[in-house]
């Protein structure tokens, strides 16, 4: 299948630099190619793709925003446990801890801390969400 080099590049940013998603998220953009497009993947069936698939451009998807935004709205930006966190977003405290904390922390939305996991002034940014402190983070 053709893919123009534009599209090929954005579906590989968000695919957290890992091999078996980028391959899974470019299967989905064909996919969408050939059922609601001409054949081709181009940017903008790419980006159509990747928004009907809730991965953002920081190839956060559904679950990651999920995380943080739960931590936020509901335990202020933490400090707040792993069992907590999973209890609230309804999933395993394993998959959280193994499949979306690494990336999250990895690019800096959330960080370890002794007294649990806190979000960063990038996740707030991210969401464009205000502190609740009052202190904005987007300027």
Known sequence: M?????????????SRGTPRIVNALLRRVRDFAQVKGNGRIDMDITKFSLEALNIDTHGLDEMDNKILRTIIDKFNGGP???STIATAVGE???????VYEPFLIK?????RTPRGREVTDLA??????????GDATLF
């Open 80 to 82: 707040v446990g792993i």
């Open 2 to 14: 053709e893919i123009d080099e534009r599209a090929a590049i954005e579906i590989a940013s968000r």
């Open 124 to 133: 707030y940014k991210h969401l464009g969400v205000f502190r609740a402190n």
């Open 107 to 111: 690019e800096g939305f959330i960080k």
């Open 92 to 98: 395993d405290p394993g998959t959280i801890e193994e």
